[in-house]
């Protein structure tokens, strides 16, 4: 029911003296429409944002990285390099920002093993977002980046390297123009959102959350510390609040007060857009030089400032903010807490897990490494690739864990840092002891 509809019925009553009650609080239905995703006052939103979640322990040797997050049983499932089949849906211009983009419907996946499923009335599949081209950076970051981070346990959306053909597509996707006819895309990705609603004000939906707010949420300081040094670590400095997420589950609105007032059973903050990562951060989002460059990635240290062993300091992560990312995430301060934990997650990747990671990100097709019919340069294998990024990773690992910072406030219980899922035994694979 919409504020105008709930405003004339209610003059109706009142002209005709009726005396009936407000109506009660009405929970949200599973297909939410424009006042369920909505909130409809700072406080409400507020209220969200300092009880949300922003991590979830999971024993991080388990992950399989090449597999991904899990997926719905209702949408066709999706693997590493699946050849995909998908109905042209929206242009990318209308989705908003510069990378090569469109929606489509998915109607049909061939796994590697040949196996094929296709869509049935029983799917519920809606357009989703891909990116594609060898030279759109953003195909290899995001993948990477969303798969360390929910194999850590914090929030990310689900991101599939696939090879994708777009039935009955235009010539160009991104503008809806030219003839349509089937075309394929060898370096696509398909976006699975992460469950939960999208939340935000009336009237700003790209509104995320600034790093600024994270201050304002109540979950420990050296979790939130931990996703501020990660982010540092992956030189996310595109990271204006649009970058980022507020998702809900439970959304409840109570359209008896005025404003409306929307709650919910449970809320997490997520980053939604990791594309400029993996690469030296900067004032500008340079396609090239700010997402998946080896060289820049690794010429950028994580700490601008930190102790040692025996000498604590006031640390302070490296990141650049690009000029766009107000109220964005600069130089932050990282308690030892947080390097701790932060630590303790990354040390627990093994080498294997690191190599799929780089494996399934397809780091090995970046234009960096390959000719201009697509052949690599001389040289060149592709395990070789993987290796060197895999070894670039674990000597920015080592920094964090060889670091030692101030404590951030009174001493919390070690264990929820250290072991945070109760596990017999934390792997390290770090050769610097983490405390």
């Known amino acids: 029911m919409t504020p105008v509809r709930v405003f004339v019925q209610a003059v109706a009553l009142l002209a005709l003296g009726s005396c009936a009650a407000a109506p009660p609080a009405r929970v949200a239905p599973a297909a939410a429409g424009p006042a369920e995703r909505r909130f409809y006052s700072a406080a409400d939103r507020v209220a969200a944002l300092r009880s949300a979640s922003i991590f979830a322990p999971r024993a991080v040797a388990d992950a399989d990285i090449v597999a991904g997050p899990p997926q719905k049983s209702d949408e066709l499932p999706l693997g590493f390099n699946d050849k995909v089949t998908c109905t042209f849906a929206v242009a990318g211009e209308d989705k908003g920002g510069t990378t090569p983009k469109f929606d489509c419907v998915i109607t049909r996946v061939e796994r590697a093993t040949g196996e094929v499923q296709v869509a049935t009335p029983e799917t519920d599949e809606e357009p989703v977002k891909v990116k594609f081209g060898r030279d759109n950076r953003e195909t290899f970051s995001e993948v990477a980046a969303t798969r360390l981070l929910w194999a850590l346990g914090f929030y990310a959306d689900a991101m599939f390297p696939v090879r994708l053909t777009c039935a009955d597509c235009p010539e160009n996707p991104v503008r809806n123009a030219g003839p349509r006819a089937p075309r394929t895309f060898g370096e696509a990705v398909v976006e699975r959102k992460a469950p939960g609603r999208r939340m935000y004000e009336i009237g700003n939906e790209d509104q995320g959350w600034s790093w600024k707010e994270l201050g304002q949420v109540s979950a ?15 030189k996310h400095g595109d990271n204006k609040p649009a970058q980022q997420r507020l998702v809900c589950d439970g959304v409840a609105v109570d359209e008896s007060v005025r404003p409306f007032r929307t709650t919910c059973t449970a809320s997490r903050m997520l980053v939604q857009d990791l594309g400029a990562t993996f690469g030296g951060a900067g004032r500008t989002t340079n396609g090239r030089t700010a997402k998946m460059n080896l060289e820049e990635w690794s010429a950028k240290p994580v700490w601008k400032k930190a102790g040692t062993a025996g000498r604590p300091a006031d640390c302070q992560a490296e990141l650049t903010k690009s000029f766009a990312a107000k109220d964005g995430l600069e130089h932050p301060p990282i308690s030892e807490e947080g390097r701790r934990f932060a630590a303790g997650l990354l040390c627990q990747l093994s080498d294997a897990q690191l190599t799929s990671l780089f494996t399934v990100a397809r780091v090995a097709e970046l234009p960096d490494y390959r000719n201009a019919d697509g052949s690599l340069k001389a040289g060149l294998t592709e395990p070789a690739i993987v290796a060197r990024w895999v070894a670039a990773f674990r000597e920015k690992r080592e920094a964090v864990a060889a670091a030692r910072c101030r404590p951030g406030g009174p001493p919390p219980d070690p264990a929820a840092i250290d072991n ?16």
């Open 420 to 435: 945070p899922m109760g596990l017999p035994v934390v792997p390290n694979f770090c050769r610097s002891p983490l405390f």
């Open 220 to 234: 420990p300081g050296y979790q939130k510390d931990g996703l501020r040094l990660l982010a540092a670590f992956l």
